[in-house]
């Protein structure tokens, strides 16, 4: 897929937290309870070879997880990028449930 427009590019990143999304509802998780972002800070249609993944307990800062995902992991729909993608996040989901666990908090 290539993205070079920004139509594109908004679509390959509605359908990455559509994802995370669907990744926490499987684990059990609140989605309303958890902060997904994706490259914060940095400028939105700017080319990059990765992307900064970061998935917070509501906005706790030490009730997060971050990940650098490959570009191609990002936009790819099947294949096995995609499928390196979703099992990337699946790891941080557990490790963070994981963390909210220990303190107690609803999950």
Do not use: C
């Amino acid at each position: 897929m290539v993205t070079s427009d920004s139509a594109t590019y908004q679509e390959a990143l509605s359908r990455a937290f559509a994802g995370i999304k669907a990744i926490l509802q499987r684990r059990q998780l609140d989605p309303l309870r958890y902060i997904v972002d994706i490259d914060s800070g940095q400028p939105v249609f700017a080319h990059r070879d990765t992307h900064l993944l970061r998935i917070a307990y509501n906005r706790h800062e030490v009730l997060s997880m971050e990940a650098a995902i490959p570009h191609e992991w990002l936009v790819e729909q099947a294949g096995e990028g995609h499928e390196n993608f979703l099992r990337t996040v699946d790891d941080m989901v557990l490790q963070l449930k994981g963390k909210v666990q220990a303190t107690g908090r609803l999950l």
